[in-house]
């Protein structure tokens, strides 16, 4: 058995408020637990979108009543939100400023870079500022980060000339660190006739499925990598295969097992895994250690992914049918055994909001952050 520190999953859409028949704090919180993570990071592109600190307060009161695993919400930038002087303090009361530049779910889209200035410039620039930018608008956002001094964090990057973007910009000293999801690194759009089985809405995500090509780029620059991220974005398979499919995949239960699958077939090391899914994420989001936290891991068990097995509300995965090497065992949450052999025990209400607890010490901050 492998003990491992309780994983960080800084890319999480819970739906609540708004959609919780797709997902709620309670769903969200268990597949969490189940997939080995510890502390999610909720996006805030739900209906109403989190930009306001009214809205934060909406979104963390389903939080407090319903999450068995611990969390911060992310405010999201909007076309007239972005004063960020008022409340002083909220800022700080949330996981971070998230900014959508590209083609996504929900209506937080930022198309005009007249409406990015102001966020650029007045969110602090100590706290996470993270954006969903693609090919071209990579190039335009990491500008904004160099002309604004100010770090940024790349969402779900997933072609190789991002990853090589990045990776210059980092050689230049732009103040930059990204993540990359399982399925940019397990999938390609060659997969997708599989999963669609003909429903092609089943293949739809955002960035999309990209080329082989892209995958191994991904691969070769693992070190560019800072963060694992599930992009966990549960629909429900009716919606999948409906009309009009919204692009996203679950993810918070397929990631440490096709990641620790990795491990085992010498693709990634141990190390870098938690590198990416503990350490990383906890100095770029600025996240206090969760004391006496931790998972066990079997790192031979071999089993299939089947959606019938878990805890997310929406019902299926992309990667239904996979086999896999690595299962979390047990997780202890603040002391507290909160799952155990396929069950999760912990209680909603148990989970604490990371941006409002005092009992932790706030960690050291990036050296690019200073
Ligand atoms: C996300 C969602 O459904 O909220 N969808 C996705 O395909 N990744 C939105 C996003 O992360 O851009
Ligand atoms: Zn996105
Ligand atoms: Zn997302």
Redesign the pocket.
């Known amino acids: 058995m492998l003990k491992l520190p309780g994983l960080i999953d800084p ?1 999480v ?1 819970v ?1 609540d408020p708004g959609a919780t028949h797709k997902e709620d704090w309670t769903t969200a919180t268990a597949a969490a637990l189940a997939g080995g993570f510890t502390l999610i990071l909720a ?1 805030p ?1 739900t209906t109403p979108p989190i930009t306001s600190a009214a809205r934060l307060d909406e979104a963390l009161e389903a939080a407090y009543a319903k999450a068995r695993c611990d969390y911060a919400q992310f405010l999201g930038a909007g076309p007239h939100n972005g004063g960020w002087f008022f409340p002083a303090d909220l800022p700080y009361r949330a996981a971070g400023l998230k900014m ?1 530049l ?5 209506d937080l889209r930022l198309d005009e870079m007249t409406l990015w200035e102001p966020h650029f410039r007045n969110w602090p620039r100590d706290w996470p500022l993270v954006v ?1 930018a693609e090919k071209r608008t990579l190039a335009a956002a990491l500008l904004f980060a160099a002309l604004y001094e100010r770090p940024v964090h790349i ?2 990057v997933s072609r190789a000339e991002e990853i090589l973007l990045i990776r210059r910009a980092k050689e230049k000293g732009i103040p930059v660190t990204c993540e990359v999801t399982p399925h940019h690194l397990f999938l390609s759009a060659e997969d997708i006739p599989a999963i669609a089985h003909g429903h092609p809405g089943r293949g ?4 999309r499925l990209a080329t082989p090509t892209d995958v191994q780029a991904l691969w070769d620059n693992l070190d560019v990598i800072d963060c694992f991220a599930t ?1 966990h ?3 429900t398979l009716e919606e999948k295969d409906g009309e009009d499919p ?4 679950p993810g918070l239960e397929t990631a440490l097992p096709l990641l620790l699958t990795a491990v085992s077939e010498g693709r990634l090391t141990l190390d870098a895994l938690v590198e990416k899914m503990y350490h990383n994420p906890r100095r770029i989001f600025r996240l206090p250690e969760q004391v006496q936290t931790w998972i066990e891991v079997d790192e031979a068990a071999r089993w299939e992914i089947r959606a019938s097995e878990q805890y997310t509300k929406c019902n299926w995965t992309p990667f239904e049918g996979r086999q896999v090497t690595g299962r979390v065992r047990c997780v202890v949450l603040r002391g507290r055994e909160v799952f155990r052999d396929g069950e999760v025990v912990a209680p909603p209400g148990f989970g604490y909001n990371l941006r409002e607890t005092e009992t932790y010490e706030d960690p050291e901050p990036l050296e690019c952050w200073l």
Do not use: I
């Not at 590209?102 to 929900?106: L, N, P, Q």
């Not at 739809?204 to 960035?207: G, I, K, N």
């Open positions: 890319h859409h739906r996006m592109n959508y590209d083609s996504t779910y929900g969903h969402a779900h739809e995500v955002r960035p992009d974005a549960p629909h919204p692009p996203g995949f």
